[in-house]
T-cell receptor, first 112, second 111 residues
Framework: EADIYQTPRYLVIGTGKKITLECSQT?????MYWYQQDPGMELHLIHYSYGVNSTEKGDLSSESTVSRIRTEHFPLTLESARPSHTSQYLC???????????FGDGTRLSIL | GENVEQHPSTLSVQEGDSAVIKCTYS??????FPWYKQELGKRPQLIIDIRSNVGEKKDQRIAVTLNKTAKHFSLHITETQPEDSAVYFCAASRGSYIPTFGRGTSLIVHP
């Protein structure tokens, strides 16, 4: 079944570690997005991509980086994790029309 | 850019009552308005959407209305049930632009 997959679902890790959050979609979508969300709170767009080799920063400033080497894959990397990075990270995708967005289950990240 | 305001931030109702969540947008060129439901610990999921050439759309107990002149749209849930308890997000976008989300409404349905 076509879907969008995020791993890991939960991650608890110490300060200063390098982290990569994985996001893959089998929906054939061109556009992909990363949102940061504290539980039950608003969605903050941190990165998006219109296609391969295209990445843009979102509305919320983030110390993370992203890459889009393959259409289906859009990983997010934190070079040096800090407690302020503790949050939930949601990946989403949409077709070239941009609507609607399909979300993954998210990664709950806790930095100690 | 687009700005979307969503009210109320929290809505508490008794089972069987109706619930209404309202959103206003600023960009008159916006033409697509989805609503997402996010249950506790789950991903946001599209529940209903409306395009600017339509004034109302219904799907069983949920409906969305759009007033383009006033630039606002609303989600209506009738005969609410405990499983309707969730956070609801509205959004607005035009063409292939990135959508702008509202800040969310936490709906609590008391049995």
């Amino acid at each position: 079944e076509a879907d969008i997959y995020q791993t890991p679902r939960y991650l608890v890790i110490g300060t200063g570690k390098k982290i990569t959050l994985e996001c893959s979609q089998t929906m054939g979508h061109d556009k992909m997005y990363w949102y940061q969300q504290d539980p039950g709170m608003e969605l903050h767009l941190i990165h998006y991509s219109y296609g391969v080799n295209s990445t843009e920063k979102g509305d919320l400033s983030s110390e993370s980086t992203v890459s889009r080497i393959r259409t289906e894959h859009f990983p997010l990397t934190l070079e040096s994790a800090r407690p302020s990075h503790t949050s939930q990270y949601l990946c989403a995708s949409s077709d070239s029309g941009g609507q609607p967005q399909h979300f993954g289950d998210g990664t709950r990240l806790s930095i100690l | 850019g687009e700005n979307v305001e969503q009210h109320p931030s929290t809505l508490s109702v008794q089972e069987g009552d109706s619930a209404v969540i309202k959103c206003t947008y600023s960009d008159s060129a916006s033409n697509y308005f989805p609503w997402y439901k996010q249950e506790l610990g789950k991903r946001p999921q599209l529940i209903i959407d409306i395009r600017s050439n339509v004034g109302e759309k219904k799907d069983q107990r949920i409906a969305v209305t759009l007033n383009k002149t006033a630039k606002h749209f609303s989600l209506h849930i009738t005969e609410t049930q405990p499983e309707d308890s969730a956070v609801y997000f509205c959004a607005a976008s035009r063409g292939s632009y990135i959508p702008t989300f509202g800040r969310g409404t936490s709906l609590i349905v008391h049995p």
